[in-house]
């Protein structure tokens, strides 16, 4: 495999171990997309269609901040993002962190933690935050997984 980096976003730490996980399984570097201001029980509340991740997620515009901080993405071929599947796509801080940078060239692999869900219209949200960038569909990984079933899927993928 390339040169990889492994971004992403975890509202409740289970996104986290599987990111840890696959960049120790691909060699990779790790990139937390840590959000400026953090998600509270309450904004994670879906059932409250006046939480923040509610609201944020029925405006397709929404854009929250993250810290920026420095990333050289010219050392990377292969870029692994991360996150939890919120109603069926990534939270839109995934679009705020691609928007952020220059993926031009690079190899998009989305890979997501979900209870249930599938990766339902994910890519075709992602896609215009990242244009030139190559976006490869991406898999839903359901509680724990090991660092060989990752390896394995990092290698399935032949980028």
Avoid: H
């Avoid at 879906?46 to 509610?54: A, C, G, V």
Wanted: aromatic residues 12%; contains cysteine.
């Amino acid at each position: 495999m390339k040169k990889a980096l492994v971004a992403y976003f975890s509202a409740s730490g289970v996104t986290a171990k599987a990111a840890e996980t696959l960049a120790q399984a691909v060699n990779a570097d790790l990139y937390e997309i840590q959000p400026e201001k953090p998600y509270t029980r309450a904004d994670l509340d879906w059932t409250n269609r006046q939480s923040r991740s509610s609201v944020e997620m029925r405006d397709p515009d929404s854009r929250p901040a993250f810290f920026k901080r420095p990333l050289d993405l010219e050392a990377y071929d292969v870029v692994f993002v991360g996150f939890p599947i919120w109603w069926y796509v990534a939270p839109t801080i995934i679009n705020t962190f691609l928007e952020s940078y220059d993926f031009s060239g690079k190899t998009i692999v989305p890979f997501a933690t979900s209870g249930g869900s599938g990766m339902g219209k994910t890519n075709e949200k992602l896609a215009p935050s990242c244009p030139g960038a190559k976006l490869l569909s991406g898999k839903v990984f359901r509680g724990a997984v090991s660092k060989a079933d990752l390896q394995a899927w990092a290698d399935s993928l032949q980028v």
